[in-house]
């Protein structure tokens, strides 16, 4: 067999250097029209039980 490591899917990248490499920005930001639409969605579905945050 092939000593290849198995590659990784797009949603299993943590831990890979070249994805590592920008730090995220964490300061304050104003929302944007589209933040304020899907808070407004979250909100909504999670008062009707259609889904959780948890």
Excluded: Q
Excluded at 7 to 33: Q, Y
């Amino acid at each position: 067999m092939d000593d290849l490591p198995v590659p990784r899917a797009h949603h299993d990248m943590g831990g890979i250097s070249k994805f590592m490499c920008e730090t995220v920005d964490t300061d304050s930001h104003a929302l944007t029209d589209f933040d304020r639409r899907v808070d407004a969605l979250r909100g909504i579905l999670g008062a009707k039980g259609v889904m959780s945050v948890d």
